[in-house]
T-cell receptor, first 112, second 115 residues
Framework: SQKIEQNSEALNIQEGKTATLTCNYT??????LQWYRQDPGRGPVFLLL?????KEKRKERLKVTFDTTLKQSLFHITASQPADSATYLC???????????FGTGTQLKVEL | GAVVSQHPSRVICKSGTSVKIECRSL??????MFWYRQFPKQSLMLMAT?????????EQGVEKDKFLINHASLTLSTLTVTSAHPEDSSFYIC???????????FGPGTRLTVT
């Protein structure tokens, strides 16, 4: 069955450092992968989408890589700030506006 | 742009009653809306996919007679939890997709507590 795994433990880093979050998947051939941010008691907020034929995508301090051979995506936040503290979810989709399958999320805490 | 609202944000109801949750796309037309449920410390689980003007498609294990979905217009979808029980207590989140876009925009969620 399909499985999407993210760092199960919380990630604590110091302000200014680069945070790297991992999303691994098995038994799935996604057309694209998305990253979302979720704050406690709130709905997810869309951050980035990367397609299967793209290796890397950037948006301001965010960078996403997608390796379909390794079946892995890495999500980087450079120059991290305490305001970046949240849970980050990866989600996979097959395209055509079809449904997304979400990972369990990684909680990031950026400390002063 | 791409704002999705949900109402109510919180609701407490007694066991056996029904609760309706509304999901609206405020600044775009949503051909497809999705309903998710999220239990504490867990990820989002898709319940159903709703296309405007047609019947919703439910995920395996989700009772369609218990979770009634209506998508009567391009900006509104409703989820009605019928005969609610304490185990239905959860965080319900909707999302909307514009046209054939792969991006989904989520509402702020509705916290349902059944006593």
């Amino acid at each position: 069955s399909q499985k999407i795994e993210q760092n199960s433990e919380a990630l604590n880093i110091q302000e200014g450092k680069t945070a790297t979050l991992t999303c691994n998947y098995t038994n799935y051939s996604p057309a694209y992968l998305q990253w979302y941010r979720q704050d406690p008691g709130r709905g997810p907020v869309f951050l980035l989408l990367i397609r299967e034929n793209e290796k890397e995508k950037r948006k301001e301090r965010l960078k996403v890589t997608f390796d379909t051979t390794l079946k892995q995506s890495l999500f980087h936040i450079t120059a991290s700030q305490p305001a970046d503290s949240a849970t980050y979810l990866c989600a996979l989709g097959r395209g055509g506006g079809n449904k997304l399958t979400f990972g369990t999320g990684t909680q990031l805490k950026v400390e002063l | 742009g791409a704002v999705v609202s949900q109402h109510p944000s919180r609701v407490i109801c007694k066991s056996g009653t029904s609760v309706k949750i509304e999901c609206r796309s405020l600044d775009f037309q949503a051909t497809t809306m999705f309903w998710y449920r999220q239990f504490p410390k867990q990820s989002l689980m898709l319940m159903a996919t709703s296309n405007e003007g047609s019947k919703a498609t439910y995920e395996q294990g989700v009772e369609k007679d218990k979770f009634l979905i209506n998508h009567a217009s391009l900006t509104l979808s409703t989820l009605t939890v019928t005969s609610a029980h304490p185990e239905d207590s959860s965080f319900y989140i909707c999302s909307a997709r514009q046209g054939r876009s792969d991006e989904q925009y989520f509402g702020p969620g509705t916290r349902l507590t059944v006593t």
